[in-house]
């Protein structure tokens, strides 16, 4: 059982810090996102290659508070490609889950 199968289907933030974490990664979304897809439980994100650095530190924080869903982060020359998986535990929530990742 990997630990995002085992983490609980919630996020561990307060909720004032959950308002200015949604703030920032809408923030990031609308300066650095290029194009992003849903396909069911997982979403897949595109970024300007120069929010490489925030990126990282929006997985890092996600990681940390959200346990239950899975980062894949790829970079390219030209773009940071994340994908986000959610637990099929999740599929009733995933809508409210990925909502704050797009702008």
Do not use: N
């Not at 609308?30 to 970024?47: C, I, N």
């Not at 290659?49 to 925030?54: E, F, I, L, S, Y």
């Not at 940071?80 to 990925?98: M, R």
């Amino acid at each position: 059982m990997t630990s995002a199968e085992s983490a609980p289907i919630a996020c561990t933030l307060a909720p004032g810090d959950f308002k200015d974490r949604v703030g920032w990664i809408r923030e990031l979304s609308a300066k650095s996102l290029r194009s992003h897809h849903r396909d069911g439980l997982m979403l897949e994100l595109t970024y300007d290659r120069a929010a490489a650095v925030d990126v990282h530190e929006f997985v890092r924080r996600e990681q940390a508070c959200c346990g239950f869903l899975r980062f894949d982060l790829r970079e390219s020359a030209d773009a940071i490609h994340l994908t986000i998986t959610a637990p099929l535990e999740a599929q009733s929530a995933a809508d409210d889950v990925f909502a704050h990742f797009v702008a």
